[in-house]
Each structure stands twice: as structure tokens, then as C-alpha cells.
């Protein structure tokens, strides 16, 4: 088996086969490959990098929910 990537100039490509390949059935396949960049890992967040996204009033409501969410924890621990 023979496997090469190639970027083709224009639309002709030509290759040349092995002579044991002579007179043998051979399956061509031709698809385009798309190289993957390598991505930097993103910084993981941090509380401070989301100051300031709540309005007080929202921070209130967070609050107020997250105290009676801990309030129902008694019954559990």
C-alpha cells in the first residue's frame, strides 16, 4: 500500500505506480484533508475574571438563592 499527501498546483495530478502494481486492480481515493492547527489551552478561568458581570441587583437574587440553597443542606449533613 502506498499513501501520500500531495497539494496539487492545478487540476492534473500524475503519479507513477510500482511494476508489481501492473496488470492489478487498484482503488484510488481522493479526498480533501484538512490540517488541524494546534490551539493553545485557554487560561481556566478564575472568580476574578468574572467580576463585574452581575448587576448588584442580580448579585442580591444570586445571593438570596445560594443562602437558601445552603439552608437545605442541614437536613442533609
Sequence with gaps: MIRTI???KNTDVHFTIPA???GEKLELILFAT???KK???KKTATLVDFKGMLTPEDADLFNAEIKKSRGEWGNIF
Excluded: D, H
Design 39 to 41: 490551539v493553545k489551552p
Design 6 to 8: 500531495i497539494t496539487p
Design 34 to 36: 484538512k490540517e488541524t
Design 20 to 22: 508489481e502494481y501492473v
